[in-house]
């Protein structure tokens, strides 16, 4: 699960469960399986995050208000579960949403971050950079945009890529 929390303690009340009281209200998202990172996007203020798992589909997710990851039923893209997303569970007002990559093979993705410089070069600003406990590579590639934006799993390791090709201003 993923919290959302004022300062304070107190719950914001335009949490995707706040409606439902009680301890569910503080949720943000759920259906996580270990997380190990996550980051803003600099440019859209998305919660993106890195999700592992013990032997195949580790994913990207860009996380929304009420995103349901679909732990323990789905791992990497929906298209693997028989039952599609009818056999999650689901609390009212959440969503699934596929990865916005997968590798079959296990890498192990830790750390997350968006380049919000151009201290390695304008071509990486705003790049989201992924770091995992497998390779240890860090690249990037207009490949990976591609596969990306297909949401399909691969097994390959680059481990960074654009996210999209959006407008650069806030």
Not at 43 to 70: A, C, H, Q, R
Not at 73 to 81: A, E, L, T, Y
Not at 90 to 107: E, N, R
Request: charged share 15%; glycine share 8%; aromatic share 14%.
């Amino acid at each position: 699960m993923i919290f959302r929390l004022n300062d304070d303690g107190s719950t914001p009340s335009d949490n995707p469960f706040f409606a439902q009281g009680g301890n569910v209200a503080r949720y943000y998202a759920y259906g996580i399986r270990n997380s190990f990172g996550m980051t803003f996007d600099p440019v859209t203020d998305k919660l993106w995050m890195t999700e592992n798992g013990p032997n195949s589909y580790d994913e990207i997710n860009m996380v929304d208000p009420g995103f349901n990851s679909g732990w323990n039923k789905i791992m990497g893209p929906d298209s693997r579960d028989p039952q599609n997303v009818s056999d999650l569970f689901s609390l009212t007002g959440s969503h699934y949403s596929d990865p916005k990559f997968s590798w079959l093979k296990t890498v192990g993705p830790t750390g997350i971050v968006f380049l919000n410089s151009t201290e390695l070069g304008a071509q990486y600003q705003f790049d989201l950079f992924v770091g995992d406990s497998t390779t240890a590579i860090f690249t990037t590639s207009s490949q990976t945009q591609r596969e990306m934006a297909s949401c399909s799993a691969v097994s390959v390791s680059p481990i960074s890529w654009r996210t999209t090709a959006r407008s650069w201003t806030k």
